[in-house]
DNA sequence: TATTGTTATACTCTATAACTATA
DNA sequence: TATAGTTATAGAGTATAACAATA
């Protein structure tokens, strides 16, 4: 069982989590997927715009990782990231040029890249700092706070959804 | 109050959302705001890749806003879409080559092009068909169902989200 | 003159293919 | 020969700026 919205006042869930007066519904496999594409899709384009200041959605992506995964190589980024090599080559290129991530060749295999966060990179991760949360945060802020918990333990399940290995 | 899973370490996290060890997480809204920033990232570009036989999700999104909305202006949509109407006029063009949706110039006002779905934009959106639902349906039948019904309110959520008017 | 949509152009992100360097 | 990563190039998707048509 998963409490959507605080279950001690189930009058107030209905308010809370979509338009359905009618309650929970049952939501088939195909509509729903159809549905969590389209709202990802329109969701990400609202995100990409708030270019100011920061990084890129897929900057801020790979930096995650990084730090994360440790020492990652690229290669291991690039799959983590479900990104093709070439591509993550273009993304660390810009990291490094901001100063965020580091690459160091691999001294038992010198083929192989580690990309690992600098200091300043760390920061910019814990300070979630990229102004372009702040669209999200701002969002976040006006809606009600079961909704927000809620959106918590969700979020989670999405990032499940996105990390599985079989594609 | 929500029971989170930590989202530190997916790989330890446990099936369902409610069953975390370490107890409840106070989730911050900058934190929570950061980490939907990068799941939302990372799931789109899954979702993107899943190209084959199908609309792009740009097409596919404006197709769906385009029969929710009726008829609507071409700048409507491009408002609704969070797109520049030059950036609507490639979409809708696209969509009208290939034979989904039709351009009709409003009689009252000649300056407006009004955009509506044809028979056949209809049948493909109600059949879900895109093919590019395969991967998010799959990942989905696979969840626990508890899960699945999270998800669906929080999809709800994440549509309210987007819809909201002030950028 | 103001507004709606289009055309022209450029930038970002990503992909595939070909290449370099190590192994 | 096989592997890790890079460079070269191309294709979406979107943006801004300039333009056309209409009001």
Redesign the interface.
């Known amino acids: 069982?998963?409490?959507?919205s605080?279950p001690a006042d189930p009058s107030t869930e209905q308010a809370a989590?979509?338009?359905?007066p009618a309650g929970?519904?049952e939501?088939s496999?195909?509509?729903?997927?159809?549905?969590?594409?389209?709202?990802?899709?329109?969701?990400?384009?609202?995100?990409r715009?708030q270019t100011a200041g920061g990084l890129t959605?897929?900057q801020?992506?790979a930096l995650?990782s990084i730090e994360?995964l440790g020492s990652p190589t690229l290669g291991a980024l690039a799959a983590r990231?479900?990104?093709q090599p070439p591509s993550m080559t273009r993304i660390v290129g810009a990291l490094e040029a901001l100063g965020y991530v580091s690459r160091v060749v691999d001294p038992d295999d010198r083929r192989v890249a580690r990309v690992a966060a600098t200091a300043e990179g760390q920061c910019v991760l814990q300070r979630?700092r990229t102004l372009?949360?702040a669209?999200?945060?701002d969002?976040?802020?006006r809606?009600p706070d079961e909704?927000?918990?809620?959106?918590?333990?969700?979020?989670?399940?999405?990032?499940?959804?996105?990390?599985?290995e079989d594609?």
Do not use: W
């Open positions: 069982m998963v409490f959507v605080a989590i979509g338009h359905d929970p519904v939501v496999e195909s509509e729903l997927a159809s549905r969590l594409r389209l709202a990802v899709t329109r969701l990400h384009r609202r995100l715009q959605p897929s801020a992506s995650a994360r990231e479900s990104v979630g372009k949360n669209f999200l945060a969002q976040l802020h809606l909704d927000r918990e809620a959106l918590g333990a969700l979020t989670a399940l999405l990032e499940r959804l996105v990390e599985r594609p």
